[in-house]
């Protein structure tokens, strides 16, 4: 058995709904060591009491400045985010079009993972995907196609599990969910493509 590799977390965070135009994914991807450090770098940026950071209740502006204080800084550096959009019209219901999505960007984002976190490792085989749990994830459909996936198919036998969690518990699948509103933003022309890259550190795929 090949040894593991030491354990990355997979935050992911959607804006829109899965069938529809607008429907992308937000991943950030974190060594586990690493992952309370770059909670915190992002906690210390929001206003005292802030509640959750929930992109479409927000201000285009105050979104800017919040990811663009947490790109800046040395701690969030090990963080790698991309805002994924599949090229692929999937069909089925939403839980379906969801974990088909999901388990496409995973093996997508982590070619560019390895290559930064890992570059030595023929593979990624430590990672544990979070995403925000909601309707188009929780129930037997995606569980279903995730989980044969995780033991069948190529690069997504990394994931040693999948987790659906609150937004409102993790600051860092708040800023999953932030890039993939940034997508969102950007195709509606409130930002431009490059800010993604060059001010937020976002990858856009």
């Known amino acids: 058995m090949a040894k593991l590799n030491s354990k990355i977390l997979c935050?992911?965070?959607e804006t829109?709904?899965?069938?529809?135009?607008?429907f992308a994914l937000g991943f950030l991807w974190v060594f586990a060591r690493d992952a309370s450090?770059?909670?915190k770098v992002f906690s210390d940026l929001l206003p005292a009491g802030f509640g959750e950071f929930h992109c479409h209740k927000l201000d285009a502006e105050f979104i800017r400045a919040i990811l663009a204080g947490f790109a800046a800084s040395p701690l969030a550096q090990p963080c790698l985010r991309f805002a994924?959009?599949?090229p692929i019209s999937h069909v089925g219901c939403r839980q379906t079009i969801y974990a088909n999505t999901l388990i496409e960007g995973v093996k997508t984002t982590s070619k560019h993972v390895?290559?930064?976190l890992l570059p030595r490792a023929r593979g990624l085989n430590n990672v544990e995907v979070i995403v925000d749990a909601?309707?188009?994830?929780l129930g037997k459909t995606f569980d279903e196609i995730v989980g044969k996936a995780s033991r069948e198919d190529g690069m997504f036998?990394?994931?040693k599990r999948t987790i659906q969690?609150?937004?409102a518990a993790s600051r860092l699948l708040q800023i999953a969910d932030g890039v993939a509103y940034c997508r969102r933003l950007v195709e509606r022309g409130d930002f431009k493509a490059k800010l993604l890259s060059s001010e937020f550190g976002i990858k856009v795929i």
């Open 11 to 13: 935050f992911v965070d």
């Open 16 to 22: 829109g709904t899965a069938g529809n135009a607008d």
């Open 37 to 39: 450090k770059a909670d």
């Open 84 to 86: 994924y959009k599949s």
């Open 114 to 116: 390895r290559s930064v």
């Open 134 to 137: 909601n309707s188009q994830n």
């Open 157 to 159: 036998k990394g994931v």
């Open 165 to 167: 969690l609150d937004s």
